[in-house]
């Protein structure tokens, strides 16, 4: 099980740090990834890393903005987001890649 957590409200301009901690799994035992659903929207890609942590991708709209890491010794995929816009409210999730059950995500609220 993964569970998605270190959302909050925080001004145009400023960062987060989200946490997903993996349950019954390792997390170098899958490429994990981070996808959102902003308010109206579809849930859509955001950032993974490659089971060997060696590899990363992100969406063109967070690209250079949020880095996607990892701590095995705490069984632990992080999400550091920067420059944060308000297109980026939405509640953020946590899962492998493909997905597999959905758990319970983090809101994530920017103000303008």
């Known amino acids: 099980q993964l569970q998605a957590f270190g959302g909050g409200l925080v001004q145009t301009g400023g960062s987060l740090r989200l946490s997903c901690a993996a349950s019954?799994?390792?997390?170098?035992?899958?490429?994990l990834g981070w996808f959102r659903q902003g308010p109206g929207k579809g849930r859509e890609f955001v950032a993974v890393?490659?089971?060997?942590?060696?590899?990363?991708h992100y969406a063109d709209s967070v690209k250079g903005r949020f880095t996607i890491s990892r701590d095995v010794t705490k069984n632990t995929v992080y999400l550091q987001m920067n420059s944060l816009k308000p297109e980026d409210t939405a509640v953020y999730y946590c899962?492998?890649?493909?997905?597999?059950?959905w758990g319970q995500g983090t809101l994530v609220t920017v103000s303008s």
């Open positions: 899962n492998t890649l493909p997905p597999g059950n």
């Open positions: 019954g799994r390792a997390v170098n035992d899958y490429a």
């Open positions: 890393i490659s089971w060997s942590g060696t590899s990363t």
